[in-house]
């Protein structure tokens, strides 16, 4: 199976957690997924994510200066956001144990 179709359907998911505990600007978030263990995903990826959410009004921006090259734009998540990540999170744990069970039942399970 091919992870980048699977990592389409959850990277908002991913990018919300990611962000739940602590703010980040893209290069910093897309590390943090990365660490994480989804090394596959892509650096548009990423960034066409946290412009989606934003305008979506889940995320809120500021930015901080550098003194070492461009100012960074950092990524928080809102009340929206918080909920999103709570709804969609719960939706995943369901799909997910589906799933388990669909592959303990056919001997498949890791």
């Known amino acids: 199976m091919d992870t ?16 739940r505990e602590e703010d980040g600007y893209g290069y910093d978030i897309l590390r943090r997924l990365r660490e994480a263990g989804l090394e596959e995903v892509g650096d548009a990826s990423v960034y066409g994510t946290l412009r989606r959410l934003y305008a979506g009004g889940l995320l809120t921006t500021y930015v901080v200066p550098s003194e070492s090259g461009p100012h960074r734009k950092y ?10 990540l709570t709804r969609s999170g719960k939706l995943w744990r369901s ?16």
Do not use: E, H, I
Not at 96 to 106: E, G, Q, S, Y
């Open 95 to 110: 799909f997910a144990t589906t799933m388990d069970a669909l592959l303990d039942d056919r001997g498949m399970a890791a």
């Open 75 to 84: 990524y928080s998540l809102n009340a929206a956001g918080r909920d999103q």
């Open 4 to 19: 980048t179709q699977l990592l389409k359907g959850v990277l908002d998911l991913a990018v919300l957690a990611v962000l």
